[in-house]
């Protein structure tokens, strides 16, 4: 699921939603998926829409439109050592985020297919959780995309 190894960060420190946004988009600009204004785009986006990318208690998938800085497909993997809250009732606070870009709708939906599967599966999200290194976060969502093939 994560193609380099600075694409999954475990167990972050950030201060709000703007500040866990930047800390789970920052390594997709930083791996050349985004432009860097694709950042600004998903708040933005937030500011004028809500945060329509929570899809589930405590998880989030940030993303913004591919005219938005998108220049390839990819996912970054955040997990926070502290959930924050982003204003929705159903799903605060948020500990893990799956940042994405993706150049097309298709791209897009094949990603949000494979998450929503993880989503499914909690021994997998008690793991991630848990998960203390960038490596353990890692190791783990790379071994569950194997599995799946």
């Not at 800085?69 to 924050?84: D, H, K, M, R």
Request: hydrophobic residues 40%; glycine residues 8%; proline residues 5%.
């Amino acid at each position: 699921m994560v193609q380099h190894p600075r694409l999954a960060q475990a167990k972050r420190k950030v201060t709000d939603w703007r500040h866990a946004l930047d800390t789970a988009l920052t390594p997709l600009y930083e791996a050349g998926y985004t432009r860097m204004e694709y950042c600004r785009g998903v708040v933005d986006n937030t500011l004028e829409w809500g945060p329509y990318y929570l899809v589930a208690p405590g998880v989030a998938l940030p993303h913004a439109r591919p005219e938005q800085g998108a220049l390839a497909n990819g996912i970054a993997v955040t997990t926070l050592e502290e959930p924050v809250c982003f204003g929705h009732d159903e799903c605060d606070p948020v500990w893990l985020l799956f940042a994405l870009c993706a150049t097309n709708a298709n791209a897009h939906l094949e990603t949000i297919q494979r998450i929503s599967s993880l989503l499914g599966d909690q021994a997998m999200l008690a793991q991630l959780r848990d998960a203390r290194t960038d490596g353990q976060l890692l190791e783990l969502l790379n071994a569950r995309g194997h599995g799946e093939k």
